[in-house]
Each structure stands twice: as C-alpha cells, then as structure tokens.
C-alpha cells in the first residue's frame, strides 16, 4: 500500500539568515503534515543565525555547515545528510501562511503522479506595482510548466530524491538559475504547480539592487533561452548572502 504520508526533509540554504530564518522555522513549526525533518545547510554563517536556528528547540531539525560556495552547493550538500523519500527546498526568507501548506503541496504532487513540484508564491505589504510585477512571473513560469523546459524558483521545490540522485542535484557550475536548471532538466514529464499551496516571498534583492536585479534576472532568462538552457557559462552571477 502506497504511503500517505512519505518521510520529507526540507533542506534551507543558510548564509547570514538571522533575520529571516526565524519566520520560516514559525511556518515549519506549525505544519500539519506529520512526518518531515528539517535540515538547516549553514554556510558558516558569521551573524546569530545559528542562535536564531537553536532557540525553537525543535526535535526534527539538524545544523550542518560547510564553507559557503553559492546556494547550489549549499542545497546539495544539505541533502547529504537528509533520510527523507521526499526533498523540499525552501530559502531561508520565504514565509509560510497556512499550516496545511505542506500537506496540499503533497496531496496535489501525489494525485498528479509528478516527480517534482512548486506552488504559487505571492508578495505581501509591498506596492501595487510589485504584487503586478510578482503575479507576472509566477503566470510566466506556469505557462514555462507546459513546456519541453518548465522552472520554479528556488524559494520552494519539493522533488522526489531518487529523481535528485539520479540527476546529481543542482548543478554547482551554476552562479545564477540553478533552481531553473534543476526543474527544467528533471521535470519535462512530471512537474506542476500546486495553486492550492501558496507562499510568500520577500523582493528584498529588487529593493536593495533595483532595476539592475530586475535586468540582470531577464537577462539570465534570455541567455538560458538563447543557449539551449545552460547557464553553466552565463555572464551573470548570484551574491549568495550579500543582501541583507
């Protein structure tokens, strides 16, 4: 009999994350769904992050640390040390409105028979420019999901971690849409959105980079569509921690 409720580790990147992480970890607390760890992948954070982590005491959660070498390592070296059947990949500063978040995202993937899924990100307290802006992209990359080449952002994928293995994870060669090349190289066949679990984001690289975030991330896009989806060689990179 198939397993209801399959073993899920959520696996954070973590790079000076005090202010956000904490949020994220509330979110995680007060889920539904029963039966998930959560592996913290630090990447020798120098701020109280480690203290922020330590402080909700929580029985299912581990630290791991490594030296920081982009998010792509970090998530890769935090499945590592992962028991999980599932894999679920937050960043650090997403925040998790409804507790049931975990179990619609899975009870959808199931029903779908997909491999790999995302879910509906959303902006809240921010203007109406950005809440357009954010709607934008999120209808842009569910139109990419009925393609040969869908994508999600690295914010949430839940994938399914022999589909991980078998595909060697995140490509650590990649500075900026490794999250893009994941989804695109694993989910042609068995990927989708799931409207029913929605999340938040925070735009804090738009307000702290402006429009140069905004170009350069369209930029990213137009190279992976020019360069038949490899931004192994891409001129644009990812300040991984730098924003505050």
Not at 16 to 22: L, R
């Amino acid at each position: 009999m198939k397993n209801k409720n399959p073993f899920l580790s959520v696996v954070i990147p973590c790079y000076n994350e005090a202010t956000y992480i904490g949020i994220l970890l509330k979110g995680l607390a007060s889920q539904t769904y029963p039966n998930f760890e959560i592996v913290i992948s630090n990447a020798n954070s120098t701020d109280n992050t480690i203290e922020v982590i330590e402080s909700f005491n929580l029985p299912n959660l581990k630290i791991v640390s490594s030296e920081a070498k982009g998010p792509g390592y970090q998530r890769n070296f935090g499945v590592k040390h992962t028991k999980g059947e599932w894999l679920l990949f937050f960043d650090a500063d997403v925040i998790l409105p409804d507790k049931d978040f975990i179990k619609k995202l899975f009870l959808t993937t199931m029903e779908n028979n997909w491999m790999t899924a995302s879910a509906r990100f959303k902006v809240k307290d921010t203007s109406l420019i950005e809440r357009i802006g954010t709607r934008i992209d999120y209808d842009y990359l569910k139109f990419l999901s009925h393609t040969r080449h869908p994508v999600a952002p690295g914010w949430c994928i839940l994938t399914k971690k022999e589909l991980f293995e078998t595909n060697k994870g995140f490509n650590e060669k990649i500075y900026f849409g490794e999250d893009y090349d994941y989804v695109s190289r694993v989910g042609r066949k068995s990927f989708g959105f799931v409207e029913a679990a929605c999340y938040y984001i925070n735009l804090r690289r738009v307000h702290e980079d402006g429009l140069a975030f905004i170009y350069k991330s369209i930029a990213n896009e137009v190279y992976r569509h020019t360069h038949h989806y490899n931004l192994e060689k891409s001129p644009y990179s990812y300040g991984f921690g730098k924003h505050k």
